[in-house]
Nanobody, 125 residues
Framework: QVQLVESGGGVVHAGGSLRLSCAAS????????MGWFRQGPGKEREFVAA??????YSDSVKGRFTVSRDWAARNTMYLQMTSLKPEDTAVYYC????????????????????WGLGTQVTVSS
């Protein structure tokens, strides 16, 4: 049974920072693409960042967010978020998919087979 569990969400003032974690279990994730998505109030779920053998970012977070994986801890992915803005307020989801990513498909929700339940991030102005 594959499980993805997010943690690290919370409330922060604009300009602040948070680090999200995603702990994966149930199989080896060494050869799998892992990504972060978010869904703000009244909005559709959107791509944030992904990590395979390289990293991918949406234009809205590029330069502010950093995605990484902890190879030593295995199956753990992080999202370091800095210079947070109120528009970053959303539920953040961890996802994993067994596909070879490229810039054209890495942001597609249906490429990812496994999803976590999400963690809330609220940025106050």
């Amino acid at each position: 049974q594959v499980q993805l569990v997010e943690s690290g969400g919370g409330v922060v003032h604009a300009g602040g920072s948070l680090r999200l974690s995603c702990a994966a279990s149930g199989r080896s994730f060494m050869d799998i693409t892992m990504g972060w998505f978010r869904q703000g109030p009244g909005k559709e779920r959107e791509f944030v960042a992904a990590f395979s053998w390289t990293t991918y970012y949406s234009d809205s977070v590029k330069g502010r967010f950093t995605v990484s994986r902890d190879w030593a801890a295995r199956n753990t992915m992080y999202l370091q978020m800095t210079s947070l803005k109120p528009e970053d307020t959303a539920v953040y989801y961890c996802a994993a998919g067994s596909f070879v990513p490229n810039t054209r498909i890495v942001g597609r929700l249906n490429e990812y087979e496994y999803w976590g339940l999400g963690t809330q991030v609220t940025v106050s102005s």
